[in-house]
């Protein structure tokens, strides 16, 4: 029996036609003979609607009890799948990520997936179940609910499709695959047939949203190969896996928002240490001061209580640092550009045409990021993308 893994976000299954589409969709794979499992987010707005309603009760909300909230999202769209695929006269059961096997560390609010017992799985499919597992969730050492932070459900779907040895593992969402930029954003974004792992965890890492970064690191270590496809169609989507491309080039354009910038008064390593534990490493985006420099740019995606840290940092630090708010950061992505003299100083020359000034600019390992305002990052997106991905692929068709 083939086994499908198939995930679907919060916007896949916010109302009570789209459970229903994506029960169908559940069902038609059950009916050809696979065993399926299928993660879900929590529907449309909840998690943040969830994280507002505590957060106007207490302004830096303990991370054990909101843990506890957030996860009841995610297991009340579960359980009204499997509700709707039940009522289609198959049987389906609903399981929390605690009871399908996800064991993750004991950090609250942005928890790692330690290991995957999937038995209870095994023996649901086994029995002839559609399995709907909670995304987002598992259970810490001491027992505690945990929570795996934005996006989590993607790396809930590919540790169970590891576990599983799954023969698909779909990542299903409201676009049709990996684009080369945010098709909201920019009008000429083109749909990328594959990626390798490498490129992938690039975007994923400097912005891109339809894929996790954390799900396709997982997905790279297990040799599992991802289908980032639409929830609403059969299109072909984007496969992501480990095959490299025979010619170098940027694949895309992508950006972050909601930065926070740690401007330090001067170069002092012990200073940055202070300040990135005080604000978490695991929301610290890109640190310069490792090599000499003064900027530490910290993401609050994952960061509910950034106001609280923001305050603590003010009173703690107040004459050795200054925060620096509403930025954001462009990157262009592609083997061998960190290398690349041609393109950093087609970067700059780019951006420099723009109203709003590059702040500064940084290399990491296929990528090159300029640091920008936050309002300049639209159309310093659309700039780049129509310097380095348009331009690239009418020199190729020529």
Same mark, same amino acid.
């Given at each position: ?6 995930k679907y ?10 459970l229903r ?17 299928a993660i879900?987010?929590?529907?449309g ?5 969830l994280?507002e ?6 302004d830096?909300?303990p ?5 506890? =909230?957030?996860?009841?999202?995610e297991?009340?769209?579960s359980?009204l ?8 006269g ?14 993750t560390s004991?950090k ?13 799985v ?16 598992g ?11 934005r ?10 499709a590891a576990?599983?040895?799954?023969d698909t593992c779909?990542i299903?969402?409201d676009?049709?695959g990996i ?9 000429g974004?083109?749909r990328l047939?594959?990626?390798h ?5 690039a =975007?994923a890492r400097?912005g ?6 954390r799900?396709v690191?997982y ?7 991802i ?7 059969e299109?072909?989507g ?5 095959e490299?491309?025979?010619q170098?080039?940027v ?5 972050l928002?909601?930065l926070i910038? =740690?401007?330090?008064?001067?170069a002092?390593a ?10 978490g490493?695991?929301n ?5 001061t490792a090599n ?6 910290i993401?609050?995606?994952n960061?509910?209580e950034?106001?609280?840290?923001c305050?603590q940092?003010?009173?703690?630090f107040?004459k050795?640092l ?12 592609g083997?061998g550009v960190?290398h @690349?003299?041609?393109s950093?100083s @087609? ?5 420099n ?6 702040q500064?600019?940084?290399?990491t ?10 309002n300049?990052?639209?159309p310093?997106v659309?700039a780049l993308?129509?310097?380095?991905v348009?331009h690239?692929s009418?020199m190729?068709a020529?």
């Amino acid at each position: 029996m083939k086994t499908i893994v198939q995930k679907y976000g919060g916007s896949s299954v916010a109302t009570d036609e789209k459970l229903r589409h994506v029960a169908d969709r559940l069902l038609a794979l059950h009916r050809a003979g696979h065993g399926v499992v299928a993660i879900v987010s929590a529907m449309g707005d909840t998690t943040n609607n969830l994280l507002e309603l505590a957060q106007g009760l207490n302004d830096n909300p303990p991370g054990r009890e909101l843990d506890l =909230l957030l996860s009841s999202g995610e297991r009340i769209s579960s359980s009204l799948l499997a509700m709707a695929i039940r009522a289609q006269g198959v049987p389906a059961v609903a399981l929390t990520g605690s009871q399908a096997g996800i064991h993750t560390s004991a950090k609250h609010l942005n928890a790692r997936i330690k290991n995957v017992t999937p038995g209870r799985v095994h023996e649901e499919l086994a029995a002839g179940r559609v399995v709907v597992v909670a995304g987002f969730q598992g259970i810490g050492p001491t027992g505690e609910i945990t929570t795996l932070g934005r996006g989590g459900s993607d790396t809930t779907a590919v540790a169970l499709a590891a576990a599983l040895d799954a023969d698909t593992c779909d990542i299903c969402s409201d676009v049709d695959g990996i684009y080369s930029a945010d098709p909201r954003m920019v009008d000429g974004a083109l749909r990328l047939p594959s990626l390798h792992y490498d490129e992938m965890e690039a =975007l994923a890492r400097h912005g891109a949203k339809v894929l996790d970064l954390r799900a396709v690191a997982y997905a790279k270590k297990h040799g599992v190969t991802i289908h980032a496809r639409s929830s609403s169609h059969e299109n072909k989507g984007t496969l992501v896996h480990g095959e490299r491309r025979k010619q170098s080039q940027v694949v895309g354009v992508t950006s972050l928002t909601k930065l926070i910038k =740690l401007q330090l008064a001067e170069a002092d390593a012990s200073l940055a240490r202070d300040a990135m534990s005080l604000c978490g490493p695991d929301n610290v985006y890109f640190d310069t001061t490792a090599n000499g420099g003064r900027e530490i740019l910290i993401s609050t995606l994952n960061m509910p209580e950034h106001e609280h840290v923001c305050k603590q940092l003010s009173q703690e630090f107040s004459k050795r640092l200054t925060l620096v708010h509403d930025v954001g950061s462009v990157s262009i992505v592609g083997s061998g550009v960190e290398h @690349s003299d041609e393109s950093a100083s @087609s970067l700059r020359s780019t951006l420099n045409k723009q109203p709003h000034p590059l702040q500064s600019m940084f290399s990491t390992p296929d990528t090159r990021t300029c640091v920008v305002e936050e309002n300049a990052v639209p159309p310093a997106v659309r700039a780049l993308h129509r310097r380095f991905v348009e331009h690239q692929s009418k020199m190729a068709a020529a």
